[in-house]
Structures are given as C-alpha cells and as structure tokens.
C-alpha cells in the first residue's frame, strides 16, 4: 500500500471519528439541555401545582389502626390529604363523599392513591373513631390524630389551619377546605380548592401524575 493510499485512509478513519464524536457530543448536550417542564396551569380547576414539591414537616401521630405514622410513612404513594374532624356537621361528610366519588371516577392505569384524614379534633377522635369513619368511604380512606400542636403543625405545612371554639358550651372546629395532594416523595405537590367537583379532581390528579412522570422521565434519562 502506498503512501497516498494509507494518507487516504488515515484521513477517511479521521472524518469517520469527528463526525461520530460530533453525533455523541449533540445528544449528551441535547440530554444535558433538557429542563423540568414547568408546572401545569390549573387554575381551571382550582389546583395550584407547585413547581418544586414542598417537604412536610416532620412529625409523629397515630393512624386509624393505632400505629404509628410519619412523614417518612407518607412515602410510596400519592395521597390526597384533607384537615377535618369526625364531628365535622357539613364539610367534612361532603368532602369525604367527593374524594369517595374521584376514587370511583380515576382510570385504573393511574396509580391509586390513598386518602388521609388529618384531625382537628384529637380530643375527640381516637383511633377507633377514625377507624369507623374513614372505613364508611373504603379501604384507601385513613386517618391520623394524635398531640395537638403536632397536628397543627401538620396542618400548617399543608397550607392548613384550624381553629377551636366554644359555643353554648359545645366545641366547634373551623378549618381550611381545600385538599392537599401529596407525591410519592411525600411532599406537598399540590392545593385544590373548594368548590370540589369530583370529575374536576380526577382530571387534576392525571394531569399532575403525568407531569410529574414526566419530569421524573427527563432527570433520568
């Protein structure tokens, strides 16, 4: 082989190297370049989705069952939660109900998420009283009660409050409405306000599932 022929070839193998580096080099910067998609726009359905999860804060409470919970137990799953009372005359029953109904109404390929009673009112709601009013709705219905502050600190963190007082002698409980949408991660991805309408909360349950799938897709990839 001459020297023109083996320069050819040198020069060939060359352009065949630049030109796959070139190849590899776009798709790492293509991958690298890829950003969260934003969260999606609900207001439609009255949902805030926060663009970065917000963490819960930690915490200690006892479930419908009597174990014990904590944040770390929320994990795994996506969990609507809804601060509220046993006693609660209106609300509480009516939200319930439409978490019972967006249950029935989310597509079998979604994943199934729990629904979790937060209580305003440990003095009266024992374990054994959650247990008997979570179970009316099914078996994805939970509860948790336990010390006061923790419970209001709880409620805080899912942008909720409650409030006691006495009238006529008899305990009344006011409190936020709306419900909380917890991710897998166990934190707080979402607020739902009222009026809840359960075709409306099933559509944003997809909705922000498969945003959050798909980021999830993206940072992986």
């Known amino acids: 082989m001459n020297s023109s022929i083996r320069l050819t070839l040198f020069l060939l193998l060359l352009l065949v190297i630049l030109i796959f580096g070139l190849v590899i080099g776009r798709q790492v910067y293509l991958v690298g370049d890829q950003q969260p998609e934003p969260a999606p726009e609900l207001v439609e359905l009255n949902t805030y989705v926060y663009d970065q999860p917000r963490e819960l804060v930690e915490f200690t409470l006892t479930n419908e069952k009597g174990e014990t919970v904590t944040r770390e137990s929320l994990k795994g799953r996506w969990t609507f939660a809804f601060v509220g009372y046993t006693n609660c005359p ?132």
């Open 90 to 221: 209106d609300i509480c029953p009516a939200a319930m109900a439409n978490l019972r109904r967006t249950e029935q109404l989310l597509s079998s390929e979604l994943p199934q998420p729990d629904y979790l009673l937060v209580s305003a009112d440990p003095e009266h709601d024992s374990p054994e009283k959650l247990k008997a009013y979570t179970d009316f709705f099914g078996d994805n219905f939970h509860g948790l009660t336990g010390d006061l502050e923790t419970l209001r600190a709880l409620a805080k963190s899912l942008n909720a409050v409650f409030v006691h007082r006495q009238v006529d002698g008899e305990l009344l409980v006011d409190h936020s409405g709306h419900f909380a949408l917890l991710n897998p991660d166990g934190r707080l991805a979402a607020v739902i306000q009222p009026p809840h309408d359960p075709e409306a909360l099933a559509e944003a349950f997809e909705r922000i599932y498969e945003w959050a799938r798909d980021n999830r897709l993206k940072v992986s990839s």
